[in-house]
């Protein structure tokens, strides 16, 4: 089975011209403005090399800008030094990011300025339902606590979700849509009970903060994609575009991750790395020149399309 993503020629821009088209601002510099945003829970390893090598390529065949944003902002999960592993392990096969790295950890009273506002707005409401509670009710949450006026407790805040986006097309996935009884309607968890900034929230801030346009990545984080929409609509914030890509699975099917222990890249065997990633995406290169020539996806025994 193959599936076209149509990449194009990338050649001739040098990385003093990004560097320097990368001072300007984004929305100047250039329609297309992409990111890779990995988290310091572990080094990289292939799986994370190939989606961050193919976010890459769609920026540079679309002639814009590819930013890293370093998603620290999860303690318990986080590594040390895995961030600068993580930008070494990038920086030694050749993926040279457009202007200044953003640490989430940096923003985080930005993130608490917009929760407070939410709240105050009554647009978020704090919730005290365990998982173990929405489970009993059928694995949907149900907006028990919406009316219930929880205040100075332990407590999680959920966003009151709108519902005005319950589809989008997905450049690689096509046509996705919300079911009827799906967790794409749930109130939107964006702060954590143990007062940690969720994810859903945190991505959406600075993606609208950062310019993003188009959000290339693995399509383990399809199924938070039309609640990250639905919280991108409150801010009057222009859409991006998705894609979606295939997962790089190990032999019994299991998706390769640092929570699965999967094996970090050899930054020394990195241009056999870059190789076997061109492989799977079936892209022809010259190596020597670094000149893309065409590029489709194939969904073979080593990589698998999105699964529910």
């Known amino acids: 089975m193959e599936k076209n993503i149509n990449f194009f020629i990338f050649n001739g821009t040098t990385r003093n011209q990004r560097k320097t088209n990368a001072r300007l601002s984004l929305l100047e510099a250039s329609r297309y403005v992409g990111r890779f945003a990995p988290s310091p829970s572990g080094p990289l390893h292939i799986g994370s090399l190939l989606t961050a090598l193919t976010s890459y390529l ?36 050749g993926l040279h990011h457009d202007g200044d790295i953003l640490f989430q950890s940096t923003r985080l009273s930005c993130y608490q300025q917009t929760i407070d506002a939410l709240l105050n707005s009554e647009h978020a409401y704090r919730c ?21 006026h929880i205040t100075n407790q332990p407590s999680a805040i959920r966003y009151i979700n709108p519902g005005l986006i319950s589809s989008f097309t997905d450049r690689f996935q096509g046509q996705i849509s919300a079911t009827d009884n799906s967790i794409d309607k749930e109130d939107i968890i964006i702060q954590r009970k143990d007062g940690l900034v969720a994810y859903n929230l945190a991505v959406v801030l600075d993606d609208i903060a950062q310019g993003v346009t188009d959000i290339v990545r693995g399509c383990d984080l399809l199924p938070t994609t039309l609640a990250q929409l639905n919280i991108w609509s409150h801010f009057s ?50 190596f020597s020149s670094l000149v893309i020539v065409s590029c489709r996806v194939r969904l073979n025994s080593s990589i698998i399309p999105c699964m529910f």
């Not at 303690?75 to 895995?82: M, N, T, W, Y």
């Open 58 to 93: 769609d920026a540079k065949a679309h002639d814009g800008i590819w930013l890293v944003r370093m998603e620290d902002i999860d303690p318990p999960r986080q590594i040390l030094h895995a961030d600068q592993a993580i930008l070494q392990s990038l920086h030694a096969h």
């Open 128 to 148: 005290r339902c365990t998982r173990a509670e929405i489970k009993q009710q059928g694995g949907i949450y149900l907006g028990t606590c919406k009316h219930k």
């Open 237 to 286: 914030a222009s859409l991006p575009r998705y894609g979606h890509t295939p997962l790089l699975v190990t032999a019994p099917g299991h998706k390769l991750s640092k929570q699965n222990h999967a094996p970090a890249i050899n930054d020394t065997l990195a241009k056999d790395n870059i190789l076997f990633c061109l492989d799977l995406l079936n892209i022809k290169s010259n």
